[in-house]
């Protein structure tokens, strides 16, 4: 059963902008802290941004931070990240995640995520 589905995944030019939409289809989504992670061609999977249960706090890798914006809907159970100023290095596979505790932290690291989507490809290249 999937739970977590990924959508917004495409091919766009250097600068472009796309937004990413993460949905959850399991319970009680509000209560955790969810994340994206990417993994690049031959590149280990690293993380690129998470925000808090509540929506309140989010915590982004420094090779994003100033061009991506990480969001929730609680009552639509769905998660954004909002990327602009997309460079070629930015081409991966993103991947959500779900924390396995509720309530936990955004800068807690990828062990604490049990639960993770199919992924989307996003490619930047002119």
């Known amino acids: 059963q999937v739970q977590l589905v990924e959508s917004g995944g495409e091919l766009v030019q250097p600068g472009d902008s796309l937004r990413l939409s993460c949905t959850d289809s399991?319970?009680?989504?509000?209560?955790?802290?969810m994340a994206w992670f990417r993994q690049a061609p031959g590149k280990e999977r690293e993380f690129v941004a998470a925000?808090?249960?509540?929506?309140?706090?989010?915590y982004y890798a420094n090779s994003v931070s100033g061009r991506f914006t990480i969001s929730r809907h609680n009552a639509n159970n769905t998660m954004f990240l909002q990327m602009n100023s997309l460079e070629p290095e930015d081409t991966a596979v993103y991947y959500c995640?779900?924390?396995?505790?509720?309530?936990?932290?955004?800068?807690?690291?990828?062990?604490?995520?049990?639960?993770w989507g199919q992924g989307t490809q996003v490619t930047v290249s002119s």
């Open positions: 925000i808090e249960w509540s929506g309140r706090a989010a």
């Open positions: 995640a779900k924390q396995s505790r509720p309530f936990g932290g955004s800068r807690l690291g990828p062990n604490n995520y049990n639960t």
């Open positions: 399991g319970p009680s989504f509000s209560r955790y802290t």
